[in-house]
């Protein structure tokens, strides 16, 4: 899941500026389940808008806006609050703003009501936690699935640094090293000999953006 969080009211008016007539996309997955841009999100945004003298055109909701065909969908079924609106404005991340800049059929400033922040799973209290840093070379079937490039502070392939202290990471002694917890997880398997296999350095290539990647490859 993509982790977002709203940007400062104040940056947003301050992006729209001068254009009053303002037609508002959310997104229906990842900034739903972050509060960043579900329908309650998307409804608040414009009534705080229009009590600032903008005028909301409509609003759409697409179940996920970084696919081209979702949002096309919502674009279609709006064009003509799209077509009045003097700008579009995205609660979303990165990729659902590039996506609805790149899908518009007609030209208008789009701007972004959201900082995309990591990516991340939700644990059960709800704690949104950085997992994956979409390395593009997977070390998990090596450290029973749990990430040291991104849980590792320094990104460690090889076991712990010296400052980890009774199993805490010295950058943040609230926060569990990741390479003890690999150790305890993998000797409740017996299969400790696994971190007698030294990992290579990464491939750094292997992260230069930008990535395309052709799903029938």
């Not at 959310?26 to 409804?43: I, Q, R």
């Not at 003298?53 to 081209?68: D, H, K, L």
Request: one cysteine or more.
């Amino acid at each position: 899941m993509i982790i977002t969080r709203k940007k400062e009211q104040g940056d947003i008016i301050k992006a729209l500026g001068g254009e009053k007539a303002v037609f508002i996309i959310g997104c229906g997955e990842c900034s739903t389940t972050c509060k960043t841009g579900g329908e309650a999100e998307v409804l608040a945004m414009k009534e705080d808008l229009e009590k600032r003298g903008f005028s909301v055109t409509g609003y759409c909701v697409p179940e996920a806006p970084c696919f081209a065909s979702k949002v096309r969908v919502g674009f279609a079924k709006n064009k003509k609050a799209i077509e009045a609106s003097d700008a579009v404005l995205v609660l979303a991340c990165g990729l659902g703003a590039q996506s609805v800049k790149d899908n518009l059929n007609i030209e208008k400033p789009v701007h972004i009501g959201c900082d995309t922040v990591s990516i991340g799973q939700v644990d059960k209290d709800g704690m949104f936690l950085e997992r994956c840093s979409a390395c593009g070379e997977c070390l998990l079937e090596m450290t029973d699935m749990i990430c040291p490039v991104t849980r590792c502070a320094k990104g460690l392939l090889n076991g712990p640094c010296g400052g980890q202290d009774k199993g805490k990471c010295e950058t943040d002694r609230t926060k569990d090293c990741a390479w003890v917890l690999i150790y305890r997880s993998l000797s409740k398997k017996n299969k400790l000999d696994v971190l007698k296999q030294i990992k290579s350095p990464k491939s750094f290539s292997k992260m230069l953006k930008p990535r395309d990647v052709d799903p029938k490859k």
